[in-house]
C-alpha cells in the first residue's frame, strides 16, 4: 500500500531527525518500518526513472541549506560496517531553495525532485534503516524543515 513518508514518520515506519555534521556525508534523516514489516522504494515514479524527494532544508542560522549542498539516500544494516549510498548524488539542491514543497510536488517540477536510486528497487527490513544524508557545510534545523518521499514509491508490506 502506497504512503508517504516524512521526517514525522508514519504508523508504520519510524522516522528520526538527526543532525548532521558540516563537511562530512551524514544521515538528517532515517527511517525504519516497525517490526513485522518491510519498506520497498521504487525507482520507478510515474513511469520516469528515480524516487520524488520534497524538501524545504533550513540551516540553524535561519537560510536554506548552501546552494552546493549534496544529498543521497544510504542503506544501513546491523552487519554492514557503515551505511552504503544506494542512489546518485543530487550535486546541488537549488529545486529545494527555489520551489515549496507544493510547487515540488506539481507535476511540471517533480522531474527537478527525483534521486535515481543505483538499483531497481530497495527493500529495507524492520532492523534496517534507509537515510537521507547531505554533505552541506551548514546544520540543518529541524524545526524549520521537513522532507517527504512520494507516496508512489513506497510500498510497506509484512515480512
Known amino acids: 500500500m502506497p504512503e508517504t513518508l516524512s521526517n514525522l514518520g508514519t504508523s508504520k ?12 556525508m551524514t544521515e538528517i534523516l ?7 514489516l518491510r519498506l520497498i522504494l521504487s525507482n520507478i515514479v510515474d513511469g ?3 524516487i520524488p524527494i520534497y524538501a524545504n532544508l533550513v540551516g540553524q542560522d535561519g537560510d536554506p541549506l548552501p546552494l552546493d549542498t549534496k544529498l543521497v539516500l544510504r542503506w544501513d544494516a546491523p552487519h554492514l560496517d557503515q551505511p552504503q549510498v544506494v542512489s546518485f548524488a543530487l550535486d546541488n539542491i537549488r529545486q529545494y531553495r527555489t520551489l515549496s514543497i ?17 538499483g531497481r528497487t530497495l527493500t529495507v ?3 534496517e534503516e ?14 524549520a524543515s ?3 518521499i512520494d507516496e508512489n514509491a513506497v510500498t510497506v508490506r509484512s515480512n
Open 13 to 24: 515506519v519510524d522516522a528520526e531527525e538527526r543532525e548532521n555534521v558540516t563537511g562530512q
Open 125 to 127: 527490513e524492520d532492523n
Open 130 to 143: 534507509v537515510q537521507v544524508a547531505v554533505l552541506s557545510s551548514e546544520v540543518i534545523d529541524w524545526a
Open 30 to 36: 532515517a527511517l525504519s518500518p516497525n517490526d513485522g
Open 48 to 50: 520516469m526513472e528515480g
Open 102 to 118: 507544493k510547487e515540488q510536488q506539481n507535476e511540471d517540477f517533480r522531474d527537478r525532485t527525483r534521486n535515481e536510486l543505483k
Open 146 to 148: 521537513e522532507v517527504y
